[in-house]
């Protein structure tokens, strides 16, 4: 009667514990919320043996965690291990409801394809994991997003103006690759106030902004 819901009890404890950093605060409240009804409900089937609520319970907090919880390899970028953009709006949604301030960087390589072409398969995997080493020095490896195939998102807590001026200059520089040395163009816009309309707008529009737009380089 109790194994089942003692099981689900101590799986979600462990996903609680082990995984919370990777969790969304929707996933984190319901994974409590259901260790909350398992526990409520063991007690109550404890001194009420009678009612054998235990697999209602277990039921509804399966169904809970069905809703929620997806697959975190949908929000993991294969190509780079990165965050993608699934993982990136579920994050701008966490943020704006704590209305927390943060700030983005947008990177953008404006001609990963022609590059591509030139590098070939082996060479392009070589550069893209050189420019995401490099962003990912700038930023908790949780707050940089690869949201299109020639896009990354820095999300900051503040000094967006330094980083993406840091960003500017490094991609002035030229990348080694294999026996190579080339640029990598690359547009770099900033977001300063963060809000869920503005972010739609700047990741739609950044290929079209040049250097003298408002917060590109």
């Known amino acids: 009667l109790y194994g089942l819901p003692v ?11 082990r995984y919370r950093q990777r969790v969304t605060n929707l996933q984190f409240y319901t994974i409590l919320v259901y260790v909350v009804i398992l526990l409520t409900s063991m007690v109550v089937q404890y001194f ?13 907090s399966i169904l809970m965690m069905f809703l929620t919880l997806q697959n ?5 970028d294969k190509a780079t291990g990165l ?6 709006f579920q994050r701008i949604g966490d943020v704006l409801g704590k ?3 943060r700030e983005l960087v947008v990177v953008h390589l404006t001609d990963m394809r022609q590059l591509g072409n030139l ?45 993406a001026q840091y960003i500017h200059e490094r991609f002035a520089d030229k990348w080694r690759v294999m026996d190579s040395e ?36």
């Not at 999300?155 to 103006?161: F, H, M």
């Open 48 to 60: 009420f043996p009678e009612l054998l609520i235990t697999g209602v319970a277990t039921t509804l």
């Open 7 to 17: 099981l689900y009890l101590g799986l979600g404890v462990f996903f609680v514990c």
């Open 119 to 163: 590098l070939g398969l082996e060479g392009s995997a070589l550069l893209l994991s050189q420019i995401t080493a490099f962003l990912s020095t700038l930023c908790k490896k949780k707050e940089l997003f690869r949201v299109e195939d020639d896009r990354c998102v820095l999300l900051l807590k503040s000094g967006s103006q330094a980083v």
């Open 72 to 76: 975190p390899d949908t929000y993991i």
């Open 99 to 101: 209305k927390a301030r």
């Open 83 to 88: 965050y993608g953009r699934p993982a990136f």
């Open 182 to 217: 080339i640029f990598v163009p690359a547009t770099v816009c900033r977001l300063p106030q963060l809000s869920y309309a503005a972010t739609l707008q700047r990741l739609a529009d950044i290929s079209g902004q040049g250097p003298e737009e408002d917060h590109c380089h």
